[in-house]
């Protein structure tokens, strides 16, 4: 998973709590994801950031935000507003300039509602 | 949009034989695809990648994937399979620039591999 972290490994939320998922990156990538991986779904994009100070939404984007200040990190915060956040998020960096560089992914954080 | 589809939920194939995980894509203009696998609990690690030139790719661990324009497919394949093989693999597709998007990757749902001593 060689140079993302994710942070904790293992999460556990009260409903109506916030919660914030760290990703720290130290490859000097531009760009940052986030993902959330549900069973026999695949990976689907919340959010995304190809600089610093500037993030785009995903494709399930509601009840999530993000804020990139550093190069080398990107917070997610799950807020009381997503409703089934049960999931194991993964975050994930490239190089942005050429059109070929593939993605990085951290080691994931499960996050279990209870 | 760009999309892939991964038609098959699961592949069994018997330790030793070749194995095909099947990948087809959908996009506009040139497509960038790539290949990842998952083992339980852990991130995605990347396999291979179709850029441009020639149509068969060789990546990490012994495989390699055949890109076929008219069909619009990149099936990843492998002569020989290993039991520790076994895991979740995701094809992905992005858009190429100068597209907006070019930074956005478009995952299929994935298929389980298991690989049977």
């Known amino acids: 998973d060689g140079g993302i972290t994710q942070s904790p490994k293992y999460l556990f939320r009260k409903e109506g709590q916030n919660v914030t998922l760290s990703c720290e990156q130290n490859l000097n990538h531009d760009a940052m994801y986030w993902y959330r991986q549900d069973p026999g779904q695949g990976l689907r994009l919340i959010y995304y950031?190809?600089?610093?100070?500037?993030?785009q939404k995903g494709d399930i984007a509601e009840g999530y935000s993000v804020s990139r200040e550093k190069k080398e990190s990107f917070p997610l915060t799950v807020t009381s507003a997503q409703k089934n956040p049960t999931a194991f998020y993964l975050c994930?960096?490239?190089?942005?300039?050429?059109?070929?560089?593939?993605?990085?992914f951290g080691p994931g954080t499960r996050l279990t509602v209870l | 949009a760009q999309s892939v589809a991964q038609p098959e939920d699961q592949v069994n194939v018997a330790e030793g034989n070749p194995l095909t995980v099947k990948c087809t894509y959908s996009?506009?203009?040139?497509?960038?695809l790539f290949w990842y696998v998952q083992y339980p609990n852990r991130g995605l690690q990347f396999l291979l990648k179709y850029i441009t030139g020639d149509n068969l790719v060789k990546g990490s661990y012994g495989f390699e994937a055949e890109f076929n324009k008219s069909q619009t497919s990149f099936h990843l394949k492998k002569p020989s399979a290993l039991v520790s093989d076994s895991a979740l693999y995701f094809c992905?597709?992005?858009?190429?620039?100068?597209?907006?998007?070019?930074?956005?990757?478009?995952f299929g749902s994935g298929t389980k591999l298991n690989v049977k001593p």
């Open positions: 996009v506009s203009g040139n497509p960038y």
């Open positions: 992905a597709v992005r858009d190429p620039p100068p597209l907006y998007n070019f930074n956005k990757f478009y």
């Open positions: 994930a960096s490239r190089q942005a300039g050429t059109g070929d560089n593939e993605q990085f």
């Open positions: 950031s190809q600089i610093v100070n500037d993030f």
